[in-house]
């Protein structure tokens, strides 16, 4: 099957690399996605797996077309009973960038008619639109006149992991959290601290990572399982190797912030994710921090002041660097923000600088080396 894979912006790189670590093959990075081809094991895998993969896409159809006539013409010369019945039930998801097609949720409209309206002339009756857990769910993808049409075989998108069961003000993404984890290299081979954890999920998704625990091993339900070539038992051959491959991990994953309720939050949420023995949560302001051992991995997603309010955001800045400098000698700091302004006063040079975004936010991602004596800009 040819598939592709929708990631975030900036995070296409560690998704295609996750893709070749399951067997796929023909691999080749789009914007903010990657595509691939494999079998129904690779398939499954990738929904399983994959840490920074939203949805796992099958293209069954693509054409031009310049009006709704155009798109309901083509739409209908594709044969849906080949992907369900008339008992079964769909539901579109449709995104367009495009002037020919200014509103995504009227295409969606029109590729729904077009479907029900094949099955009603065929059978006399119609399948039911049902927008939470369908037979079939149709990604209608529209840019300009090009049109795409794939079945989503991922159904609610994979960053639900199942864990998140509250958050704090601004969650971060999971699938932004584990791209970052990946992102900074670490091989879970030293110690991981994450100083201003909120709901948890940065710490969370390092945890899975470092015990090559499958991100979606708790989903119970995806979209592949109402396909007309769902196998189970693949399926839970799928799911038993994974759950094989889960490893031991011999450092320490320590998660922290200042505020009892959002400490409340991730522990709940760790709870959930099964992880409570392998993450160390307690409540702690970050300049009381100490290092655990002689080298580590920080990864911080402070206040940026765009969502979250700050009295003085350029002194927090200065005393997260000014601390870490003084107390985490050897270990390497990541830190993400889209406040350029504050990160001015981390008085530390950086080593790399990646553009990601959190939500509608432009980011950077900075990572910063942790020497003897301290790396001064310059």
Request: glycine residues 6%; proline residues 3%.
């Given at each position: 099957?040819e598939?592709?894979?929708k990631?975030?912006?900036?995070?296409?790189e560690v998704?295609a690399n996750?893709?070749?670590?399951?067997g796929?093959q023909n691999?080749a990075?789009?914007k903010?996605a990657?595509?691939?081809?494999?079998?129904?094991?690779?398939?499954y895998?990738?929904?399983l797996?994959l840490r920074t993969?939203l949805?796992i896409?099958q293209?069954i159809?693509?054409?031009t077309?310049?009006?709704?006539?155009?798109?309901?013409?083509k739409?209908?010369?594709?044969?849906?009973?080949?992907?369900?019945?008339?008992?079964?039930?769909l539901?579109?998801d449709?995104t367009t960038h495009?002037t020919?097609?200014?509103?995504s949720?009227?295409a969606?409209l029109k590729?729904k008619d077009?479907?029900v309206?094949?099955?009603?002339?065929?059978?006399?009756?119609?399948p039911?639109v049902?927008?939470h857990?369908?037979?079939?769910r149709?990604n209608?993808?529209i840019n300009?006149?090009q049109?795409?049409v794939?079945l989503d075989s991922?159904?609610e998108?994979?960053?639900?992991?199942?864990?998140?069961r509250?958050s704090?003000?601004a969650?971060?993404?999971e699938?932004l959290?584990?791209g970052m984890v990946?992102?900074?290299?670490?091989q879970?081979?030293c110690d991981f601290i994450?100083?201003m954890?909120?709901?948890?999920t940065?710490?969370t998704?390092?945890a899975?990572f470092a015990y090559?625990?499958p991100?979606l091993?708790h989903?119970?339900e995806f979209?592949f399982?109402?396909w007309k070539?769902?196998q189970?038992?693949?399926?839970?051959?799928v799911?038993k190797?994974?759950?094989d491959?889960?490893?031991?991990?011999?450092?320490q994953?320590y998660?922290s912030?200042?505020?009892?309720?959002v400490?409340?939050i991730?522990?709940?949420?760790?709870e959930?994710a099964?992880?409570?023995?392998?993450i160390?949560?307690?409540r702690s302001?970050?300049?009381r921090?100490?290092?655990?051992?002689?080298?580590?991995?920080i990864?911080?997603n402070?206040?940026?002041d765009?969502?979250?309010?700050?009295?003085d955001?350029?002194?927090l800045y200065?005393m997260?660097?000014?601390h870490?400098?003084?107390?985490?000698?050897?270990?390497t700091v990541?830190?993400?923000t889209s406040?350029?302004?504050?990160?001015?006063r981390?008085?530390?040079k950086?080593?790399k600088?990646?553009?990601?975004?959190?939500g509608?936010?432009?980011?950077?991602f900075?990572?910063?080396e942790l020497?003897?004596?301290s790396k001064?800009?310059?």
């Amino acid at each position: 099957m040819e598939l592709i894979a929708k990631t975030m912006a900036g995070l296409e790189e560690v998704l295609a690399n996750e893709l070749n670590s399951i067997g796929a093959q023909n691999i080749a990075i789009k914007k903010r996605a990657v595509a691939f081809s494999g079998d129904l094991k690779v398939l499954y895998r990738a929904n399983l797996e994959l840490r920074t993969a939203l949805r796992i896409l099958q293209p069954i159809a693509n054409f031009t077309a310049r009006n709704e006539h155009d798109l309901y013409k083509k739409i209908s010369q594709i044969d849906w009973s080949k992907y369900m019945s008339v008992d079964d039930t769909l539901a579109i998801d449709g995104t367009t960038h495009s002037t020919y097609f200014t509103h995504s949720k009227y295409a969606a409209l029109k590729t729904k008619d077009a479907i029900v309206d094949q099955f009603r002339n065929r059978t006399g009756k119609r399948p039911n639109v049902r927008v939470h857990n369908p037979t079939l769910r149709v990604n209608l993808h529209i840019n300009q006149d090009q049109c795409s049409v794939a079945l989503d075989s991922s159904g609610e998108t994979l960053h639900k992991r199942g864990y998140r069961r509250e958050s704090g003000e601004a969650p971060m993404n999971e699938v932004l959290a584990a791209g970052m984890v990946l992102l900074s290299g670490w091989q879970a081979d030293c110690d991981f601290i994450d100083p201003m954890c909120g709901s948890g999920t940065i710490a969370t998704e390092a945890a899975l990572f470092a015990y090559n625990i499958p991100p979606l091993l708790h989903r119970k339900e995806f979209g592949f399982m109402n396909w007309k070539n769902y196998q189970p038992d693949l399926w839970h051959t799928v799911v038993k190797e994974a759950k094989d491959r889960i490893r031991t991990f011999d450092y320490q994953i320590y998660a922290s912030d200042m505020d009892f309720r959002v400490v409340s939050i991730a522990r709940y949420n760790i709870e959930a994710a099964q992880l409570t023995d392998k993450i160390n949560l307690k409540r702690s302001k970050l300049e009381r921090l100490e290092a655990s051992s002689e080298k580590g991995i920080i990864i911080i997603n402070p206040p940026y002041d765009e969502r979250l309010s700050t009295d003085d955001i350029g002194g927090l800045y200065d005393m997260i660097s000014s601390h870490l400098k003084h107390n985490f000698i050897g270990y390497t700091v990541w830190i993400i923000t889209s406040n350029n302004e504050a990160l001015k006063r981390f008085s530390l040079k950086h080593s790399k600088k990646l553009v990601l975004y959190n939500g509608a936010l432009e980011c950077r991602f900075v990572q910063f080396e942790l020497y003897a004596g301290s790396k001064k800009k310059g």
